[in-house]
């Protein structure tokens, strides 16, 4: 009979990017079951948002995610806009799904990127996270920040893209196109990742629906989920795409999904510039909100993200409630890190696409 | 959303009317049931639709009562709403049909004070384990941050 170990993971770790904290107890080998403790950059934002105005809480959601930070300020604006009964331009919903499909591209490159280092590939997660920078560069151009992109406010976006723009964009889109097939076609042939992720970290349907997940993840068990489609609203009503779904519920298939997500977002944002309306970026909108309550969905990288709002007729939100897409994920870890090798735990870990500063808002 | 559905089904847990049901904007439907009822509703719900989802759960104080919101999706938006009393909320917890439930329920908890009976994991999820006392949601706590 083998001892059994208690392995603490975090909050602070070399695995983790930001952090948290697994307990993982171990026999020999192999991970008997484990627990994990959330909250260490809980910074309170649905509180903090309640004590500001709406335009003010527009740059503290952008400070939400570091990664998906303009799809949040985008379901926060358009929420608002919602109550406020404002119809925001055509042009408007292009720019803001232009810099959404972008973010899902910079997403999913450096989700493969970490994945590619924790089961040791260390060549593919610098392919990865260069190609990325291509993603980071347009962004900069566009909005002047790699990360915040603070380009939405309540009734538009602040910028609007001229031929100069829309030329740049494409040519590093078109720079971008090779690349993406070498380093994702390194994902799809190379036998290690296979090894090191089929049959790992399963998720079967019936799980991720009873857990209530989203994105990628529920896609990869057979859960046809995607607000793009499944909320018709511009642009995604005039843009052709498929939802991509896998059967096997592994890290394998998360990989793949999120492997075709990626061309299809390439694909998507070569479409918005070719149909972007003509036309004004924003509207004016009031300061004061009459009283209502609004309910916004919107695709993030990870998956839907959820905004409710309360307003009681001031310029300052009753309530904001905002679900990230990491959080129902988070939940299926136990279930996941049960009777598992301990090597395989990192694959596992990173597989349900780790973002705790979304999580815990 | 088929209101004839929603009546159906209000009917089958034993609800008495009228029932108090609204349009919001973004194809969403908003149902105010008692909160004895929710974990019925919810169980009709889950037989009723196979794509059923639930996106979260919201807590909320209103000033004169706790308000918690169970976000659905079925193909269009559906929120319950169930009141529950200011002074030690109390409600069934719904983690039996749905273990996702878990979390938002625990943030609930621990932001509004809600207690939630058949929870199994009662801890903190998101507050400091230095947290004392107070929930960081209710409007009275921010009466006395202001101070």
Request: hydrophobic letters at 40%.
């Amino acid at each position: 009979m083998m001892t059994k170990l208690k392995i603490p993971i975090g909050p602070h770790h070399p695995l983790l990017k930001e952090p948290i904290s697994f307990l993982l107890t171990v026999e020999g080998e192999r991970v008997l079951e484990s627990s994990m403790r959330l909250g260490y950059v809980h910074r309170g934002i649905e509180r903090l948002c309640q004590e500001r105005t709406y335009v003010q809480a527009v740059h503290l959601i952008e400070r939400i995610c570091g990664i998906c930070s303009h799809v949040h300020s985008t379901a926060y604006s358009h929420a608002v806009e919602t109550l406020l009964g404002l119809e925001v331009p055509l042009r408007t919903h292009y720019i803001r799904a232009l810099l959404c499909e972008l973010e899902r591209i910079h997403s999913h490159l450096l989700w493969l990127g970490v994945l590619a280092k924790n089961i040791g590939l260390d060549t593919v997660f610098m392919y990865t996270w260069r190609d990325r920078e291509i993603v980071l560069d347009i962004m900069e151009e566009l909005s002047g920040g790699r990360v915040s992109h603070t380009i939405n406010i309540i009734g538009g976006v602040k910028i609007d893209l001229d031929q100069k723009m829309m030329d740049m964009i494409s040519e590093k889109l078109e720079e971008l196109a090779p690349k993406l097939t070498i380093a994702l076609g390194l994902f799809e042939n190379e036998p290690t990742v296979r090894l090191r992720t089929q049959g790992i970290g399963v998720i079967t349907k019936e799980v991720a629906r009873r857990h209530c997940v989203v994105g990628p993840i529920a896609r990869a068990s057979g859960v046809d989920i995607d607000v793009r489609r499944d909320v018709p609203r511009p642009p995604y009503n005039n843009l052709e795409f498929n939802v991509i779904t896998h059967t096997d519920g592994d890290v394998w298939a998360r990989t793949l999904v999120r492997i075709m997500e990626t061309r299809e977002s390439h694909r998507l944002i070569q479409q918005i510039l070719s149909q972007l309306p003509p036309g004004d970026i924003s509207v004016k909108a009031k300061r004061r909100v009459s009283p209502g309550e609004v309910v916004s969905r919107f695709e993030a990288p990870r998956g839907e993200l959820f905004y409710y709002i309360r307003s009681d007729g001031s310029d300052q939100p009753a309530r904001i409630k905002i679900r990230t897409p990491t959080l129902p994920a988070l939940s299926t870890l136990p279930e996941q890190l049960r009777d598992v090798n301990l090597a395989d735990a990192p694959v596992i870990l990173s597989g349900v696409d780790l973002c705790i500063a979304c999580a815990d808002r | 959303m088929e209101l004839n559905w929603l009546q159906d089904i209000l009917t089958k847990i034993e609800c008495v009317g009228p029932f108090d049901i609204r349009r919001l904007p973004e194809d969403e439907t908003w149902v105010v049931i008692p909160f004895d009822k929710v974990f019925d509703f919810v169980k009709f719900i889950m037989e009723d639709d196979s794509t059923w989802h639930l996106s979260t759960i919201t807590g909320q104080d209103t000033g004169s009562q706790i308000e918690l919101l169970y976000h659905f999706w079925l193909g269009h938006g559906l929120t319950i709403c169930a009141r529950l009393a200011y002074e030690n909320p109390q409600i069934k917890s719904i983690t039996a049909l749905i273990p996702g439930a878990a979390f938002y329920e625990r943030e609930a908890a621990e932001m509004l004070g809600i207690s939630f009976t058949d929870l199994k994991d009662e801890s903190v999820l998101l507050l400091s384990d230095a947290w004392v006392k107070g929930w960081p949601l209710r409007k009275e706590k921010k009466e006395k941050h202001d101070d």
